[in-house]
């Protein structure tokens, strides 16, 4: 899968962020929202031609501030 763009893992109950995410190289838009997400691995900056990234409806309580270096992310969807 190396040349996966786009990821939605919506609606998956998932309460670990999976690893994984962090070899798509090129992925470029990902979509883990409504699911029981309580932490977002610092790791998240290898996704540096992230350009959309959805968080909503987790329970996410801190933004590692390493998604600051994600310097293509023109949206980041964020709510509970």
């Given at each position: 899968?190396?040349?996966?763009r786009?990821l939605d ?13 962090f070899?798509?190289n090129?992925?470029?838009e ?11 691995p ?8 992230l350009?959309k990234?959805?968080l909503t409806?987790n ?6 501030t390493?998604i600051a270096t ?11």
């Amino acid at each position: 899968l190396p040349e996966l763009r786009v990821l939605d893992l919506e609606y998956n109950k998932i309460e670990i962020f999976p690893t994984d995410i962090f070899l798509l190289n090129n992925l470029k838009e990902f979509y883990i929202r409504n699911n029981k997400i309580k932490i977002i691995p610092t790791e998240i900056c290898k996704l540096s031609k992230l350009t959309k990234l959805g968080l909503t409806n987790n329970k996410i309580k801190i933004i590692p501030t390493e998604i600051a270096t994600l310097t293509n992310l023109q949206s980041l969807f964020l709510a509970i």
